[in-house]
């Protein structure tokens, strides 16, 4: 077998073994994880191929839509790592904390590190309203919205001062509706997600009517980091065919 061909296979073993260790820190709630198995068998049938005799035409396309696929994904994932440092000038008007996954224990480790930069944050927006936004998936004890609202009064935040969204399932939604809700598509808004989150909140903040919007990045970190940015970048390319961006 050729060093080509045992790169693919290599690459591919590792797309399986990647799948599994964010498949278990996640208790396997995570969204399209599927595609690290799918890249794993696309990899590997690579590799096996690499001792086939396949037409010349064949292995110049191959070679040329992945180089194309690794360029796009470059490009898109410096859009991701743009918006990941993002912070709001103080006195924002409202605060929208965009909704992640609930465990029927509590908030997962996305949501949770958007609940601590929200309260990191509201000693500069004293006079923010908090929007908490989502809905509640199918296997979710209780919406979204309402996990981040009863969260942050379990912090000490005064339960007068959050408002509920929680009809929207996707960040599309979530912004739309926020929108709606603000009535004033000049307030001036900082919309807390995780880090990754940033750049495509942002530009879906402005397509939904959001002249002042503000990115307020919360860390996150962790082995499901890599699995996220990647999401994000097939996130912006489907927004973007759909005319969403």
Not at 3 to 27: D, H, K, P, Q, T
Not at 76 to 94: K, R
Not at 139 to 164: F, H, Q, T
Not at 178 to 189: E, L, N, Y
Request: hydrophobic share 50%.
């Amino acid at each position: 077998m050729s060093a080509l061909g045992i790169v693919y296979i290599v690459a591919g073993i590792a797309c399986f073994a990647f799948y599994f260790v964010i498949s278990l820190y996640s208790r396997f709630g995570l969204s399209i994880s599927w595609i690290w198995p799918a890249a794993g068998v696309i990899l590997v049938a690579a590799g096996l191929l690499t001792r086939a005799h396949l037409p010349q035409w064949l292995r110049y396309a191959w070679r040329a839509l992945l180089c194309a696929g690794l360029a796009l994904l470059i490009v898109l994932e410096s859009l991701v790592i743009s918006g990941m440092n993002a912070s709001a000038p103080p006195n924002m008007d409202y605060l929208i904390v965009l909704g992640a996954s609930v465990y029927q224990d509590g908030p997962s480790p996305a949501l949770t590190r958007r609940l601590n930069a929200v309260m990191a944050c509201l000693d500069e927006h004293p006079n923010a309203v908090i929007i908490a936004s989502g809905s509640q998936g199918a296997n979710e004890p209780v919406s979204e919205a309402r996990c981040i609202r009863d969260e942050l009064v379990k912090r000490g935040v005064d339960p007068s001062r959050i408002r509920m969204e929680d009809q929207s399932t996707d960040t599309r939604e979530n912004l739309q509706n926020c929108r709606a809700m603000i009535g004033d598509g000049d307030a001036a808004v900082g919309i807390v997600t995780n880090n990754y989150h940033i750049w495509r909140s942002l530009r879906l903040a402005k397509r939904a009517g959001f002249t002042n919007a503000h990115g307020i990045a919360a860390e996150y970190t962790g082995p499901t980091l890599i699995h996220f940015m990647v999401r994000e970048a097939v996130s912006i390319t489907v927004h973007f065919l759909r005319g969403h961006l």
